[in-house]
């Protein structure tokens, strides 16, 4: 038995290193690619672009097909571009099944080489891209919210100074870090395409699903079609969310206990179950014995909508909007 986990522990290692050292790989070449990008020609991009493209495995091509103009995939690009994630969707999806087959065989292994042992992995093998994803969202959208204030401020600075609108937002994809300056260099690479300013912002809009970047959206194109002082606007609207990220910060020191101590509270007893399966599984199987069949079933569902009523209970009192 503890040469069987010795041996799922190596091959276990030897894919989180493999993972690793193709996205180290992937970063530098991303960074070399963002340095060679001022001298190269076009021609060249598209080449190595295609090069690249043909460079998939066999899974991550059928996926690819799978993908290919559906719902689905659209919805995985998206998320995958407001993480600011360098992979394909057939990439993110070949990748959670990987994570899911390798979890899952680690489990069954280790839990006596039971299905439900394997299920449990899978489940949660599946679940750590998605999870990692979403962290990834949320830290990115919580950056570039931070940075609108800076970014307004550069805007309405620029403006009163005599440049262009667009060449405020290029001073501003120059000027300030990423992930701002990243998706706001876009958006002028987009508009010098020939894409107007509206599509454009949208298009901005659609990858970084913020309140506070709609309301300035919206404040640029009512001023180009009505006129008025932009500048003017904007400061306006600078003050606003900086107060709205003060009060924000407020809450979310007042709220935070509240979150994490109903997700940890939600999380435990399952926590506690995948436990017991591994450690002690004839202490649990008590629920499922054949005169306790009915009783531990009605047990555990109403266990299991307690949970949920309460995680969501304490949600909603946490749920402070500004």
């Known amino acids: 038995m ?7 522990g190596g091959i276990i290692a030897g894919a989180l290193l493999v993972v690793g050292i193709i996205i180290t790989v992937r970063d530098e070449q991303a960074v070399l690619e963002d340095r060679f990008s001022h001298y190269v020609e076009e021609e060249y991009e598209d080449a190595v672009a295609l090069a690249e493209e043909q460079k998939t495995s066999f899974l991550s091509e059928w996926i690819d097909t799978q993908l290919e103009g559906s719902r689905y995939g659209d919805r995985i690009a998206t998320n995958l571009a407001q993480a600011d994630l ?3 969707p057939a990439e993110y999806v070949a990748a959670i099944i990987i994570a899911a087959f390798l979890l899952g065989f680690f489990a069954w292994a280790v839990g006596g080489q039971e299905v439900i042992s394997a299920l449990i992995g899978v489940i949660l093998g599946g679940m750590f891209p998605r999870f990692y994803v979403r962290r990834q969202q949320s830290k990115r959208l919580t950056t570039f919210g931070n940075q609108l204030p800076d970014m307004l401020n550069l805007v309405v600075n620029g403006l009163r100074a005599g440049y262009s609108t667009m060449q405020a937002l290029e001073a501003v994809s120059k000027e300030l870090p990423p992930p701002l300056s990243v998706e706001f260099e876009r958006v002028v690479k987009e508009m010098q395409l020939g894409i107007g300013m509206e599509d454009a912002l949208n298009n901005l809009h659609r990858r970084i699903p913020s309140d506070d970047l709609d309301l300035i959206i919206t404040a640029i194109n009512v001023q180009r079609e009505v006129g008025g002082n932009l500048a003017e606007i904007l400061d306006t609207i600078s003050y606003t969310i900086r107060e709205r990220i003060k009060i924000k910060g407020e809450i979310k020191v007042l709220v935070s206990q509240v979150i994490y101590s109903g997700r940890f509270l939600a999380m435990l007893p399952f926590i506690l179950m995948g436990l017991l399966w591994f450690m002690n599984k004839d202490y649990l199987m008590t629920f499922f014995s ?9 047990m555990l569902g109403i266990a299991g909508v307690m949970i949920g009523a309460g995680y969501m209970a304490m949600n909603k009192l946490a749920d402070i909007e500004v």
């Open 86 to 88: 360098k992979l394909r």
């Open 2 to 8: 503890m040469t069987t986990i010795l041996i799922i």
């Open 290 to 298: 054949e005169g306790n069949l009915l009783c531990g079933g009605i």
